[in-house]
């Protein structure tokens, strides 16, 4: 059961609010990301601004790829009805070879490359390629801000345990898991702040309560290998005395919040992550990630950081 303390831990609203009707999913999602879809708000531009420098890099690059694509087969088509006669060193003996030049002239044009094996002849087919060569120079200018908007944005890229565990620690058992930084960057001053949001099924409504849980070491000065936080479960925690069963029976989630500060960037990242019951591992404890080699180089290995061992106890 529940220890008595729980008034003295909790904590006032962070932000996701405390009564919703109906049940919801976890506050945060494993990529950090809040999970909250909004409707209507601010629309235009600025938004699409805002949407193309925070998607991932993959689907980034592939939209580039496909309206460059799909810019470029809009003008062969038009290229293409306006007749091939009006394009110099077109020479295709079939439909599909003529368009096909009609691509690969469209693709010059849209980068402003000109070979100059095919050329165009007559004022439409004229307008219609400084037309396209004017939308190219836009779209590069328009990609290439974008590209640097992203690199140039700075981005902690942590790398949380897979599961928080629940090991011994001293004489009691603590809760903990541990996180890595992914790139080669220094992150210096690096702070820690973790909460435990319950949710409590009322008819039909949910009311959530946030509590803080204190870490043993909340700071630590350079992050150049794994940190485990530690919450010690004893009677001054708000999960003093909660079982195995009981956890995994709880609507219950811990967020944790990672600041630092970026010496490449020279500006504070943020990090967010978070844990369900589900995703907690009694009586096992971490192996360690990290070891020296035979000249004395510590070698970090990020995948090791979810490797831990189950531990026999009497006690749950």
């Known amino acids: ?31 950090g990301s809040f999970n909250v879809s909004r409707k209507g708000g601010e629309r235009g531009l600025r938004v699409i601004y805002q949407y193309l420098v925070e998607m991932n890099n993959i689907t980034f690059f592939l939209m580039i790829l496909i309206s460059y694509i799909t810019i470029s087969l809009f003008f062969a088509l038009f290229f293409f009805w306006i007749g091939t006669e009006h394009l110099i060193g077109v020479r295709g003996e079939t439909l599909v070879s003529s368009f096909m030049d009609c691509f ?72 903990m898991f541990r996180l890595a930084n992914a790139r080669k960057n220094v992150l210096m001053d690096v702070h820690a702040r973790m909460i435990m949001v319950m949710r409590q099924s009322k008819e039909d409504q949910v009311n959530r309560k946030y509590y803080s849980l204190k870490l043993e070491l909340d700071q630590i000065t350079f992050l150049p290998l794994s940190w485990t936080l530690v919450h010690k479960l004893d009677e001054t925690s708000p999960l003093y005395g909660v079982t195995a069963d009981e956890m995994k029976d709880l609507d219950l989630e811990i967020m944790v919040l990672i600041t630092a500060f970026d010496d490449t960037f020279h500006q ?49």
Do not use: C
Request: aromatic share 12%; net charge positive.
């Open 1 to 31: 059961m529940f220890s008595k303390k729980l008034d003295q831990s909790r904590i006032p609203d962070p932000g996701f609010g405390e009564k919703i009707g109906g049940r919801s999913k976890r506050l945060i999602n494993h990529d």
């Open 104 to 175: 690969y002239f469209s693709t010059q044009t849209f980068t402003t490359v000109g070979y100059g094996a095919i050329a165009p002849r007559g004022i439409l087919a004229s307008t219609v390629a400084s037309f396209e060569a004017f939308t190219g120079l836009i779209f590069f200018a328009i990609a290439t801000g974008l590209m640097y908007a992203r690199f140039s944005k700075p981005r902690a890229l942590l790398r949380y345990s897979s599961h928080a565990l629940v090991s011994p620690f001293g004489q009691d058992k603590a809760i």
């Open 268 to 316: 504070t990242v943020h990090s967010r992550h978070s844990y369900t019951g589900h995703e907690v591992v009694w009586n096992a404890r971490f192996l360690r990630a990290f070891k020296p080699d035979e000249t004395g180089e510590i070698i970090l290995d990020l995948n090791d950081l979810d490797k831990y061992e189950h531990i026999e106890s009497n006690n749950e």
